[in-house]
C-alpha cells in the first residue's frame, strides 16, 4: 500500500471518523451525508475548497463501489 501524502493526512482522518456517516435507503447504502462532514471537517480545522470536495467524491466512489462488488458476489 502506498504511503499516504502529507496533504491527505488530515482528510483521511476525517474520512476514518465520517464512515458511520452513509445515507441509506430500501436499497442499502447509497450516499454519504456531505453535511455532516462538511461540518466535521469544520470542527477539524480542514479547509473546504475544491480538493476537499475532489477527495470526499473519490473516496465516496471508491467505498460504493466496493459495497456494490460485495452485494453483487453475495447476492
Not at 469544520?42 to 467524491?57: C, N, P, T
Not at 459495497?67 to 458476489?73: P, S, T
Request: charged fraction near 30%; aromatic fraction near 10%; charge should be negative.
Amino acid at each position: 500500500m502506498p504511503e499516504l501524502l502529507e496533504e491527505n493526512q488530515s482528510s483521511s482522518e476525517l474520512f476514518r471518523l465520517a464512515s458511520s456517516q452513509w445515507r441509506t435507503g430500501p436499497n442499502g447504502v447509497y450516499a454519504l451525508d456531505y453535511g455532516v462532514i462538511i461540518e466535521m471537517a469544520k470542527a477539524m480545522d480542514i479547509e473546504i475548497d475544491g480538493a476537499f470536495f475532489e477527495k470526499l467524491k473519490a473516496f465516496e466512489t471508491v467505498v460504493l463501489t466496493e459495497i456494490q462488488k460485495r452485494n453483487k458476489k453475495n447476492g
